[in-house]
């Protein structure tokens, strides 16, 4: 999701680039290659912004998502660990004792 949410964000700030310092003011211009009048240059930069924020929420729904697993991981291992530790400890509890 993180790569997805990055993916948006470039692709929307390539367009806004492209729109500001490669097309030509005024009524008609060039926008990525395409002629374009003004309504579709707006159309493009509202896409471009959506398409930004829209990254940014899936980078941090993502990030987030990430987070928890690896906390919850943490604890797994934690667990795993002490169970093991318990276990171990039981076995040489079982163990009799052969000195007597």
Same mark, same amino acid.
């Given at each position: 999701?993180?790569?997805?949410?990055?993916?948006?964000?470039?692709?929307?700030?390539?367009?806004?680039?492209?729109? +500001?310092? +490669?097309? $030509?003011?005024?009524?008609?211009? $060039?926008?990525?290659?395409?002629?374009?009048?003004?309504?579709?240059?707006?159309? +493009?930069?509202?896409?471009?912004?959506?398409?930004?924020?829209?990254?940014?929420?899936?980078?941090?729904?993502?990030?987030?998502?990430?987070?928890?697993?690896?906390?919850?991981?943490?604890?797994?291992?934690?667990?795993?660990?002490?169970? %093991?530790?318990? %276990?171990? $400890?039981?076995?040489?509890?079982?163990?009799?004792?052969?000195?007597?």
């Amino acid at each position: 999701m993180v790569i997805l949410g990055l993916l948006l964000i470039i692709l929307g700030v390539i367009a806004i680039l492209s729109a +500001v310092f +490669v097309s $030509e003011p005024g009524a008609g211009g $060039e926008l990525l290659g395409f002629d374009t009048t003004t309504l579709p240059a707006f159309l +493009v930069g509202v896409a471009a912004g959506a398409a930004i924020l829209w990254g940014f929420t899936i980078l941090k729904w993502g990030t987030k998502r990430g987070l928890a697993q690896r906390k919850d991981r943490k604890q797994l291992h934690q667990l795993n660990d002490r169970l %093991d530790k318990a %276990d171990a $400890e039981r076995r040489h509890d079982d163990i009799p004792d052969e000195r007597i």
